[in-house]
């Protein structure tokens, strides 16, 4: 993890056992290369325990969801009227203002109390399970802030899954980061418009939804359209690029230079769009090819758009998957 300095690192709650903490109930831990190894130059983990942290030790009986009575409840496995809900709800509740300001949570999957979803749940004495449960403290997370993505360290294996959680962590970092918020309206300004071609992929709509509460902002309004302006922001960004719209993005782009390309040069990018649409390669390929387009031909409104530098590029996917 690289020491405070300027600029701030983005903050990401995670599940400690995934840093390799042996905090887990017999002792031991769930390190993620990924994560401890390649994350973690480029992020401020905040590390989190819940089972620990309702002091249940270490090492610890086992504990699960289990439906009671028609609710799922967090118990112990071995001792079903062990009943930690309502501790580690309060738990959670007690941990947001804290964790309020990380533009991330990785948890680990398949817990009873981190798991983001398909935990399973004890649904009746036989011991029959269900796959659709959320643990206990990540639910409280997500209800009380849920604009901040969560994923599963599993998932973020995945080339697809972990561009755009990235894409979605550093954007809520970049909003965090602009300076004197509640005045900045220039600053706010230029948020949407950098994200224009981000948000394109998303569709044009929502660019044009999201800049009519850009539009004509004042000073006097900037803290109640800020608000609104992230919220539906993160969602839209949650809602995922569909392929089809990021090829009419990268061709967008490509139209940039498409004077000064060769035929090589332009049959290459279409290759890479053509593998990126064939989920061949990730989205980074071709914006990392049409990076160094821009460099030999520069245009600072392109040079200015986050959709070629959605995240350090050091955590791309391409070269490590
Ligand atoms: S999954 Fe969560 S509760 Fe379980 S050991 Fe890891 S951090 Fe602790």
Not at 57 to 72: A, F, K, N, W, Y
Not at 134 to 149: E, Y
Not at 276 to 286: A, E, G, H, K, S
Request: charged fraction near 25%; proline fraction near 7%; charge should be neutral.
């Amino acid at each position: 993890m690289r020491e405070t300095s300027s600029p701030p690192l983005p903050r990401i709650g995670i599940s400690a056992c995934l840093l390799g903490r042996e905090v887990r109930f017999d002792g031991g831990h769930k390190r993620d290369r990924f994560l401890t190894d390649e994350a973690a130059p480029f992020v401020e983990f905040v590390p989190f325990c819940p089972e620990v942290g309702i002091g249940l030790g270490i090492p610890r009986p086992t504990i699960q969801l289990r439906m009671v009575e028609g609710e799922v409840r967090l118990r112990s496995s071995r001792q079903p009227d062990n009943d930690y809900s309502d501790a580690m709800r309060d738990y959670g509740l007690a941990q947001v203002e804290s964790l309020a300001d990380c533009c991330g949570f990785v948890v680990k999957k398949g817990s009873p109390s981190c798991g983001m979803e398909r935990v399973p749940v004890v649904i009746n004495e036989a011991g029959y399970r269900s796959r659709d449960g959320v643990g206990i403290f990540a639910a409280t997370l997500r209800q009380q802030l849920p604009l901040i993505p969560m994923e599963e360290e599993g998932r973020l294996h995945d080339p697809q899954l972990r561009e755009a959680f990235l894409e979605r962590i550093y954007a809520l970092h970049r909003w965090h980061q602009l300076e004197d918020p509640e005045r900045n309206v220039e600053g706010f300004i230029q948020f949407h418009s950098r994200h224009k071609l981000m948000l394109m992929g998303r569709g044009d709509r929502y660019y044009r939804e999201l800049g009519q509460l850009v539009a004509g902002v004042t000073a006097a309004e900037l803290a109640q359209r800020r608000t609104r302006y992230i919220t539906r922001f993160m969602e839209v960004l949650a809602l995922g690029a569909s392929r089809g719209r990021t090829i009419n993005v990268l061709q967008h782009i490509m139209g940039f230079f498409k004077e000064q390309l060769s035929a090589d040069d332009k049959q290459e990018l279409l290759t890479l769009f053509s593998a990126y649409r064939m989920q061949r390669t990730p989205l980074i390929t071709p914006i990392t090819l049409l990076r160094h387009h821009l460099r030999h031909h520069p245009d600072p409104w392109l040079a200015g758009q986050y959709f070629l530098t959605p995240y350090p590029e050091e955590l791309s996917p391409h070269a490590r998957v």
